[in-house]
């Protein structure tokens, strides 16, 4: 019994640290943690030209010399155009080290994707892979967002 509650403390320790975001398909590397600042559970609202900030903890399982963010957009299941701009797509630029990484090691990325809706009220699904040396996923995870 004492075991019992003692774990559900933890659980919830644990929830309340990040924010419980989606797992990406095809069993790609999901994130040891997600904080997104102002969002505690999905979707996180993101004004209309605004920047959805966030800050990822993972830990590639093969070492890399690089890290590449790509971000997918979509509504109701239709890719929507989005262009990763320069200051998110190298991750070796904003993570809390330098590359190389080794295999195994934790570190954390932290990113603004601008967004820029053509309507609001919407809420668009954000995908966001990190990919490391021949372009094997290190990390993928996705978030709900509603544009406002
Ligand atoms: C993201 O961060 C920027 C700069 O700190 C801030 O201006 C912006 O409002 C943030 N976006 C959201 C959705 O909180
Ligand atoms: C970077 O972040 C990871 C994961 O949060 C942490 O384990 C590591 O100690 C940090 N490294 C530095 C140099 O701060
Ligand atoms: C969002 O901002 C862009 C750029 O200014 C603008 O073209 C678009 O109409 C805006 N969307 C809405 C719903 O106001």
Not at 8 to 27: E, K, M, R
């Amino acid at each position: 019994m004492v075991k019992q509650i003692v774990a559900l403390v933890v659980v919830f320790a644990a929830v309340a640290q990040g924010l419980d975001i989606i797992q990406c398909s095809n069993n790609r590397p999901s994130p040891q943690e997600v904080i997104i600042p102002g969002c505690t559970s999905l979707p996180c609202s993101v004004p209309n030209q605004s920047d959805f900030n966030f800050s990822v903890r993972f830990a590639p399982t093969f070492p890399t010399n690089s890290l590449t963010v790509d971000v997918r957009a979509s509504l109701l299941g239709l890719f929507l155009p989005y262009e990763v701009p320069d200051h998110l797509r190298n991750g070796c630029n904003n993570i809390n080290t330098s590359c190389p990484l080794a295999a195994g090691q934790s570190v954390t990325l932290t990113g603004n994707a601008p967004v820029e809706a053509p309507l609001t009220g919407v809420t668009v699904t954000m995908e966001f892979e990190i990919t490391g040396d021949g372009g094997q996923v290190a990390v993928c995870f996705a978030a709900t967002v509603s544009l406002t």
